[in-house]
Nanobody, 124 residues
Framework: QLQLVESGGGLVQPGGSLRLSCTAP????????IGWFRRAPGKEREGVVC????????DYTESAKGRFTISRDNAKNTVYLQMNYLKPEDTAVYYC?????????????????WGQGTQVTVSS
């Protein structure tokens, strides 16, 4: 079973940056599209951005455009989420999820596997 592991969360000041990683040791990683989702306190989980298996197709939500960048290194079985200019409203648990489709999506029902999440807190 595909298992995903997130890392890189933490506490950062507004305007700061963090890079999250999502790894899947031991799997044919480039078969899967990977998406980043987040759940803020008291809110439903929402999609943030996703990337397809070969890294040539991405889909950003409005909240992520211009501040977040998704990338992947299939040789390392890792997807990255570089988050810049962070705002307090970005505070959430961030999850990565895998989808077995050529094009990625941010539909939760299409995701096959989820990581355990990593906490991101943006506060002064």
């Amino acid at each position: 079973q595909l298992q995903l592991v997130e890392s890189g969360g933490g506490l950062v000041q507004p305007g700061g940056s963090l890079r999250l990683s999502c790894t899947a040791p031991g799997f044919t990683f480039d078969k899967y599209s990977i998406g980043w989702f987040r759940r803020a306190p008291g809110k439903e989980r929402e999609g943030v951005v996703c990337i397809n298996g070969n890294g040539r197709s991405t889909d950003y939500t409005e909240s992520a455009k211009g501040r977040f960048t998704i990338s992947r290194d299939n040789a390392k079985n890792t997807v990255y989420l570089q988050m810049n200019y962070l705002k307090p409203e970005d505070t959430a648990v961030y999850y990565c999820a895998a989808e077995d489709n050529y094009y990625c999506s941010l539909y939760e029902s299409r995701q096959l596997s989820w990581g355990q999440g990593t906490q991101v807190t943006v506060s002064s």
